[in-house]
């Protein structure tokens, strides 16, 4: 560890190097008494999660995370440009450099939304550029999972902050995103922020009605789209899908690919694999069967470089009948079996989904002689439309062999 780098309100981050490649990486330190006083332990497990699941060329990469009895390290892409907020203080951007960084901003949060997470503080302070000049989308200590529909948390930073999360009735963290990235196009190009007031009331008042003027230098078509994007009601605000087929956005933008999230497998369980015969399905970790199954001993977040999307449950019924079950819900809920060997299932929808066709893939681990687990995982897809495929199809479908669903109290057989 080298250099301070900043600090924040129960953090620090600090220069590293990683000894062995000289990899230089930003080290954010936390202490845990300070979190645990003051209530963010879950907002930590929340950020190490959701900076687990998206990795994209225009997030910052979290590369592990380490935790002593008095702090959790996270180790992160050290992004060497600084701020965005810095470049736009010595005044507004050129039309074509702003809309590079918009368009990476777009497609960034495009990703996010798309593995079920809404970044709720997006502003100029979060957004930093590497050496080559590309945006880097930072902090997500405020992101936030909206499967349980709509969200109350008021939270962001009042100039960039929506409308509907003033009102404090609900809103959509998604459609929220999108407002503030108008107030971070708005300012690219401007130099100054869209809605300002000294009485904090009248700047509150200008936001719930979207009241704002553009400066003469604006074009007509970025005009045309930060009026779309900066809409008081979040129903007729512009999609993220609409942005994308703006002319004046797709001006030389290409899609870059997403990182793939590898699983590595402990050295320990290759050796298990290797030795077990192919007449049964391969050893599950007693660690992580009793970490994933049990909510309140989860430690993988905070310990591991893994993160698992798929859901799993326990099955007290053998092999050769859960497969027979996993294929007749293929079947049943109209997928194509892509595979079904070594005890492992693939199935892919046949109809094109946001992200494309879903394809979901079934393992079976064997705990003990009478107890086998299923993990369902997502191999290609949209992720909100993998989460609806096992509430609405899995689920309902193969109650009759699931023993415990993962982190639900197992009651079978009248124990507890």
């Not at 989308?137 to 100039?159: I, K, R």
């Not at 798929?310 to 294929?327: A, H, N, P, Q």
Request: charged residues 25%; contains cysteine.
């Amino acid at each position: 560890m080298g250099r301070l780098l900043g600090k924040g309100s129960f953090a620090k981050v600090y220069h590293g190097r990683n000894l062995n490649t000289s990899e230089s990486v930003a080290i954010k330190v936390i202490c845990k008494n300070q979190v645990k006083n003051q209530g963010f332990i879950e907002q930590i497990k929340r950020e190490i999660s959701i900076m687990h699941l998206v990795r994209h060329p225009n997030i910052v990469e979290i590369k592990e995370v380490l935790a002593t009895k008095q702090k959790i390290f996270f180790i992160m892409e050290y992004v060497k440009g600084g701020e965005l907020f810095a470049k736009v203080a010595r005044g507004k951007l050129k039309e074509e450099v702003a809309r590079k960084y918009f368009q990476q901003l777009i497609s960034a949060v495009d990703f996010c939304h798309s593995r079920g997470v809404s970044h709720r503080d997006l502003k100029p302070e979060n957004l930093l550029l590497d050496e080559n000049g590309n945006l880097k989308v930072s902090d997500f200590g405020l992101s936030a999972f909206p499967e349980q529909g709509l969200l109350h948390t008021q939270c962001g930073t009042p100039a960039y902050v929506a409308p509907e999360v003033l009102r404090k009735k609900g809103y959509d963290g998604n459609k929220s995103d999108i407002w503030s990235c108008g107030v971070v196009l708005y300012v690219l190009l401007a130099g100054f922020l869209p809605f300002q007031d000294e009485n904090m009331m009248k700047m509150y008042s200008k936001v719930f009605k979207a009241e704002f003027d553009f400066p003469p230098w604006f074009s007509y078509e970025s005009r045309r789209l930060i009026s779309r994007l900066l809409v008081s009601d979040p129903e007729k605000r512009i999609t993220i899908s609409g942005i994308m087929k703006i002319p004046w956005f797709c001006k030389g933008f290409t899609r870059p690919n997403a990182f793939s999230i590898q699983e590595p497998i402990h050295e320990l369980e290759k050796e298990i694999e290797l030795a077990r015969s192919k007449s049964s399905p391969p050893f599950f970790n007693a660690f992580e069967f009793i970490s994933s199954m049990s909510s309140g001993f989860d430690l993988s977040n905070l310990f591991e470089n893994r993160t698992k999307s798929g859901s799993l449950f326990t099955s007290k019924c053998s092999t050769s009948m859960i497969m027979d079950k996993l294929e007749s819900l293929a079947k049943k809920v109209n997928f194509k079996i892509m595979s079904s060997k070594d005890y492992k299932v693939k199935m892919q929808g046949v109809t094109e989904g946001r992200k494309g066709k879903l394809l979901v893939k079934a393992e079976l681990y064997e705990v003990a002689p009478e107890v086998t687990v299923v993990e369902f995982s997502k191999s290609a897809g949209d992720t909100l439309e993998y989460r609806k495929f096992c509430e609405e199809d899995v689920r309902p479908a193969l109650k009759d062999i699931v023993w415990s669903w993962q982190g639900e109290t197992n009651s079978c057989d009248g124990q507890g």
